[in-house]
């Protein structure tokens, strides 16, 4: 017989804003079981061709969420025998249009601020994340949701794919944009496909970064030089579907006389230093965030264009309003995922 549980919530999703948001909620005294489908990624820095091609430029305001979970200053944390450190700070931001005109300078010194944030690496994230969640006091589920029921007076019961079942009074979509949970719970999106990819990359650079996030506007799309710890820099090129694919197919000399070109040499002569990868651009938005004893959020709930890389900070953002809301029906000792409440 299929083993039974009943914990307050139930995390779908154990990336940074599912991990996230299951660390905030169990900070709320409540009980919380994350469900993810598959290991987690290792970060090491010992691995430069394995690095994670997905990074993130982290506002202070999520850095301060993560801080209070306990988790930040392990993701600032030198690793022993390193040479840099793991997250890079950018300082400035420089942004100007391949069609001429002036640039614009936003400057952490005029904020009052030592940077404007930070570059981090996803795996680095998760994998600082996974680290807290056991001391934190959340279970961990390595399973597939294959399946939901949903009581929109007592709670929701999740089939999954190892033979259990797990009951819980709600459940938190935070399984990505194409969410499976969301899906069972009847939630449609509006979604619009860009007809672009976003190139990435790590590369080096003849100059120094100079803690700086450069971005330049080309007739295809923005193109983004993002500072990484150890000197090189972190690219998301945008381009049309039939470009991206040409780009993807250059030999490495090729792209960086590509990629040097594009970007007005601005950092020197580029030297590719990974693969390369384009994912596609879309805008998508779920028609609700709510249904029966289940929430969305992250990108289940939202989609947004990467030229201003805040993909992640509102998924936190995300994280950090459902832990607010929730923390009501706790400090009554109501039922969380009570309509009166969500």
């Not at 988790?71 to 931001?93: F, I, T």
């Not at 929701?156 to 259990?164: F, H």
């Not at 030297?271 to 596609?280: K, N």
């Not at 709510?290 to 998924?315: I, M, S, T, W």
């Amino acid at each position: 017989m299929a083993r039974r549980q009943r914990p307050d919530v139930a995390v779908v999703g154990g990336g940074v804003v599912g991990a996230s948001c299951a660390l905030a909620l169990a900070g709320l005294g409540l009980e919380v079981v994350l469900v993810e489908a598959s290991e987690p990624p290792r970060w090491s820095r010992a691995q430069p061709d394995q690095r994670d091609l997905r990074v993130y430029a982290f506002a202070p305001d999520n850095a301060a969420l993560l801080e209070g979970f306990g988790v930040w200053a392990a993701v600032l944390q030198r690793d022993k025998d390193a040479q840099a450190p793991n997250a890079q700070p950018y300082r400035r931001m420089r942004v100007w249009d391949a069609a001429g005109g002036g640039e614009l300078v936003f400057d952490a010194d005029a904020f009052g601020r030592r940077e404007l944030g930070w570059i981090v690496e996803h795996a680095l994230l998760v994998d600082r994340l996974w680290a807290t969640l056991p001391r934190a006091g959340v279970e961990v589920r390595t399973a597939r949701v294959e399946d939901l029921q949903q009581d929109a007076a007592t709670g929701v019961t999740l089939r999954l794919d190892d033979g259990t079942r797990l009951e819980a009074r709600i459940a938190i979509a935070a399984d990505g944009a194409d969410s499976t949970l969301r899906r069972l719970a009847g939630l449609d999106v509006q979604a619009h496909e860009y007809a672009q990819r976003g190139v990435v990359a790590y590369v080096d650079t003849a100059l120094p970064h100079e803690d700086t996030a450069w971005q330049r506007f080309l007739p295809g799309g923005p193109l983004a030089f993002l500072p990484c710890a150890d000197g090189g820099s972190s690219i998301v090129w945008t381009m049309p579907d039939a470009e991206a694919q040409r780009v993807l197919a250059l030999h490495d000399a090729a792209f960086a006389r590509e990629l040097t070109h594009a970007f007005a040499a601005r950092l020197g002569e580029v030297t590719p230093m990974s693969r390369r990868v384009a994912f596609p651009l879309r805008r998508q938005l779920a028609q609700s965030y709510v249904a029966d004893r289940v929430l969305v959020l992250g990108d289940a709930a939202h989609v947004v264009h990467p030229l201003a890389g805040q993909g992640a900070n509102l998924g936190l953002l995300d994280a950090a309003a459902i832990a607010d809301v929730l923390a009501e029906g706790a400090q009554t000792g109501e039922d969380p995922g009570a309509l009166r409440i969500l």
